[in-house]
Structure formats: C-alpha cells, structure tokens
C-alpha cells in the first residue's frame, strides 16, 4: 500500500486450523512505512462455536507500530433474529507516551439488510 508522503508499507496475513471446525488461528504481520515501525496481530477465532450457537468470538493481541497502543481485544458478535446480531467488544490498551492504558467496553446490535434492484 502506498501513502502520503510516497513511502509503502506492506502486511502478510495468515489463518490456519488448530483444531478443525473448533480453532483457528490467524495473524498479520506489517510494516507501517509513515511511522517505519512494524507491527503484529494474531488471534483466535472459534468455528465451532459459529456452528452451533451462531456465535462468532476472536481474541486477539496487537502488537501495535511505535508511538501506538498494543491492544489486547475480545470481539463477540451472536445472532439474535436473521439480520439482527447482538455485539461485545472489550479492548485492553497498553499505554503509550501521553496516553494511558485503559479498557475500552463497546455493546451493541447490528441489523443488516439485503435488497436488490431490478
């Protein structure tokens, strides 16, 4: 990816079964050429829990560029009603210089449509 300034930055994602239909893991790895930093993020994700339940759940860690907080986060998104989805989001933010750590709490629902135009 190319930014201002005419520098490019770059990432390699990844995703792999640990345990098929149950875990996965997945990652990124970067490099952020505005802040020539690099940075990293992996994760779980739970198909299994998608298969039964309708329920979607990461848990990741970032490894964020320099002068970033690292993040560690909890994604959960469960369907209510077909296009009604309930969400939970809790992110733990290390500190950085002038910023604090803390954790950030996010609720709340999705609805999502689908139309078509003839």
């Given at each position: 990816?190319?930014?201002?300034?005419?520098?490019?930055?770059?990432?390699?994602?990844?995703?792999?079964?640990?345990?098929?239909?149950e875990?996965?893991?997945?990652?990124?790895?970067?490099?952020d050429?505005?802040?020539?930093s690099?940075?990293?993020?992996?994760?779980?994700?739970?198909?299994?829990?998608?298969q039964r339940?309708?329920?979607?759940?990461?848990?990741e860690?970032?490894?964020?560029?320099?002068?970033?907080?690292?993040?560690?986060?909890?994604?959960?998104?469960?369907?209510?009603?077909?296009?009604?989805?309930?969400?939970?989001?809790?992110?733990?933010?290390?500190?950085?210089?002038g910023?604090?750590?803390?954790?950030?709490?996010?609720?709340?629902?999705?609805?999502?449509t689908?139309?078509?135009?003839?």
């Amino acid at each position: 990816m190319r930014v201002q300034g005419g520098t490019t930055g770059y990432a390699l994602d990844f995703s792999q079964p640990v345990v098929p239909n149950e875990v996965d893991i997945y990652g990124e790895i970067g490099r952020d050429s505005l802040l020539r930093s690099s940075y990293y993020t992996v994760g779980l994700y739970f198909p299994g829990l998608y298969q039964r339940y309708d329920t979607d759940l990461f848990v990741e860690y970032t490894k964020a560029p320099r002068g970033a907080p690292n993040f560690f986060t909890v994604r959960l998104f469960q369907t209510i009603f077909p296009g009604l989805r309930f969400v939970f989001v809790g992110a733990r933010r290390g500190a950085v210089a002038g910023v604090g750590s803390g954790t950030d709490w996010t609720v709340g629902l999705v609805y999502t449509t689908q139309f078509a135009l003839r």
